[in-house]
């Protein structure tokens, strides 16, 4: 396979970085290369903290017959945050567990930073996870549980302290953790994902069980954390909510993938935006839209959901019949919208493709 | 990566009250029942010729009460890894150190040191009490006596076999559940079967850890189904390196 795989350089958007050449690896070159050629991509002086790319290739996961993660490609990159979206059971959290080294491919490879987690020298410093924010001991406090982690990856206890306090947890520190609400214990998930200040963050469903106050704070967080250039990969099924974080979307459906795509890409390729018509005699307004051309669908309160016809086509149709308009409102499309559209496509794809393998 | 596996392992052991409470009650508990009976033993003059050769001041603080320290150090051990399994905190765990043997590793090191240590410690404590309660009774004794230091040494270096024993079976098996019963069917249900399986057993019966242990602290001599001391350290050995060994390959190969 000499294909080679190219690393782009980062593209932040908010001046900190210039903008540089596209550096190809390719994979005859040997490491000190290919280090030389990582060490251009570098992009924030003195950090050096943008080579932290994670890039998954033909990444597969089988288990029996099952197959959980099908031939996933994909590269996330820093300095915006990527939203991981998809059903349950599509695979987001296999991809993720692949990713940072715990499950095993069945076939294809995943790296961070241009090398497999398991060959990371100093894994906290490079990639910081929230992964189930139930794994800790009931019985041990918060501040043991992360003074456990920063011992084994050597980070000093005043920065225990330190993240302790950036996620508000400084005197329930000193509780145990099983007595933690979700939320909190979504909180000391993320204090230990930020223990190595790392460059490159994957956060398993950050905000279930968060209050609107630890919402914003997360939204605030990673937000935050992708302006300074690093990578920030966030798998929610809240769509709402990842509208307003993510700039960048991964979709995966039965494990394969969707769509790579910016946010705003995305909602407007759904193409689901419609105009919402309320009217005194909708069965006549309605027979009348069709006969012009346009896509017309009943909603539950007697609405009209019509499409394919602009507002105003629309108002003279319904004056020209004699139809009273009550209401006339252009709807544009969401997230969920487009998501939705998405995956419900890919669920008849794979269906209809089935049989033949 | 090592040293901080092992300080890591460190502090989560003695952050929960397994350790904190749970071994040093085990302790306490094996102490008293390890003890006690020498106080109703009859004194030397009131033995005869046959029952004060076979009587065993050495081996028997190691027989009874005993057992109850190492039953409780084994699933201890295993816990130190099942209840990671169980959290799903082993994925911290791995993320921090993704070299999953270096964390077998400081497992094993800081499990095994904390059962050895508390091993002795109590397997001494055993010995000075039941000799001093004995010396009234003409039957106590010496360190200095043939077999004693072994016994002593053995019986607190079994403890951290039992721990490790506990270790590997956890790892193998990840549940609490599971695990715990496969360590008291090794600890007492093979005895039991040994047992009543006679003399056709014996063989089998000189693996069990039960006889281990007696043929590690025995200083009345071997039996056909009692390992000599030299016999019952390397079935300990034997122990140690199949199993670790297994959780070792099993560890590497499984996802967490």
Redesign the interface.
């Known amino acids: 396979m000499g294909r080679p795989f190219v690393i782009h350089p980062p593209k932040l958007g908010r001046g900190r970085c210039p903008p540089r050449p596209t550096t190809v690896i390719y994979p005859w070159m040997d490491s000190s290369e290919r280090r030389h050629l990582r060490g251009q991509t570098r992009g924030l002086a003195g950090g050096g903290s943008l080579d932290g790319m994670i890039e998954t290739h033909e990444l597969t996961k089988r288990y029996g017959s099952a197959t959980a993660v099908d031939r996933l490609s994909v590269v996330i990159r820093p300095g915006r945050v990527t939203g991981f979206l998809g059903p349950n059971g599509s695979g987001k959290s296999t991809t993720l567990?692949m990713v940072?080294?715990?499950?095993?491919p069945t076939g294809g490879h995943a790296l961070v930073g241009g090398r497999p987690?398991?060959a990371?020298r100093h894994?906290?410093h490079e990639?910081g996870?929230l992964?189930?924010p139930?794994?800790?001991?009931?019985?041990?406090?918060a501040r043991?549980h992360l003074?456990?982690?920063a011992?084994?990856?050597?980070i000093s206890a005043a920065r225990v302290d330190a993240v302790l306090e950036l996620t508000g947890l400084t005197t329930a520190g000193r509780r145990r953790a099983g007595g933690f609400s979700l939320g909190m214990r979504q909180r000391l998930g993320i204090a230990?994902a930020l223990l190595g200040d790392p460059p490159v963050l994957v956060l398993d469903e950050p905000i279930n069980g968060l209050d609107p106050e630890g919402i914003q704070w997360i939204r605030t967080l990673v937000r935050g954390m992708a302006a300074e250039g690093r990578t920030v990969l966030v798998s929610s099924h809240l769509m709402a909510e990842m509208e307003q974080t993510a700039d960048h979307l991964v979709v995966i459906g039965r494990g394969r993938l969707i769509a790579d795509t910016g946010m705003a890409e995305f909602v407007r390729r759904a193409s689901r935006s419609d105009v919402l018509v309320r009217a005194a005699d909708p069965a006549r307004l309605a027979s009348v839209l069709v006969r012009a051309g346009g896509d017309v669908s009943s909603e539950a309160d007697g609405a009209l959901a019509v499409r394919g016809l602009a507002p105003r086509r629309i108002g003279d149709l319904a004056a020209e019949a004699d139809v009273a308009v009550h209401e006339l409102a252009v709807r544009g499309a969401t997230l969920e919208q487009a998501y939705f559209e998405a995956t419900e496509h890919a669920v008849e794809y794979r269906a209809s493709e089935g049989g033949g393998r | 990566m090592m040293r901080?596996?092992v300080?890591?392992?460190w502090?989560?052991l003695r952050?929960?009250?397994?350790m904190r409470i749970t071994l040093p009650l085990a302790c306490a508990a094996s102490f008293a029942l390890a003890v006690l009976p020498f106080a109703s033993d009859p004194g030397r003059s009131a033995m005869s010729a046959d029952k004060l050769a076979r009587y065993d001041p050495v081996g028997y603080c190691y027989s009874g009460g005993f057992l109850v320290v190492v039953l409780a150090v084994g699933v201890l051990g295993t816990l130190s890894v099942t209840?990671?399994y169980g959290?799903?905190?082993i994925?911290?765990?791995?993320?921090?150190?993704?070299?999953r043997r270096t964390v077998l590793a400081a497992k094993a090191t800081v499990v095994g040191a904390a059962a050895l240590v508390a091993g002795l410690t109590l397997s001494l404590g055993i010995f000075l009490t039941a000799q001093r309660i004995l010396s009234g009774k003409h039957l106590a004794v010496g360190l200095g006596d043939p077999g004693a230091l072994r016994a002593v040494l053995g019986a607190g270096a079994f403890l951290a076999v039992s721990a490790l024993i506990g270790l590997a079976v956890g790892t193998l098996l990840r549940r609490a559940t599971a695990a715990t019963a496969a360590v008291l069917g090794l600890f007492v249900g093979a005895n039991l079967i040994t047992g009543a399986l006679g003399d056709a057993a014996d063989a089998a019966g000189r693996w069990t850890p039960v006889q281990i242990l007696k043929g590690l602290t025995s200083t009345r001599g071997a039996s056909a189904s009692l390992p000599s001391p030299t016999a019952a350290a390397l079935e300990c050995l034997v122990y140690l390196i199949v199993l670790l060994g297994l959780a070792t390959l099993a560890i590497d190969?499984r996802?967490?």
């Open positions: 567990r940072l080294g715990l499950s095993r987690y398991a990371l894994p906290l990639v996870a992964l189930d139930g794994a800790v001991h009931a019985g041990r406090t043991d003074r456990a982690i011992l084994a990856a050597g230990a | 901080g596996a300080a890591s392992e502090l989560k952050s929960v009250d397994s209840s990671e959290s799903g905190l994925g911290t765990t791995f993320l921090a150190v993704p070299r190969r996802d967490a």
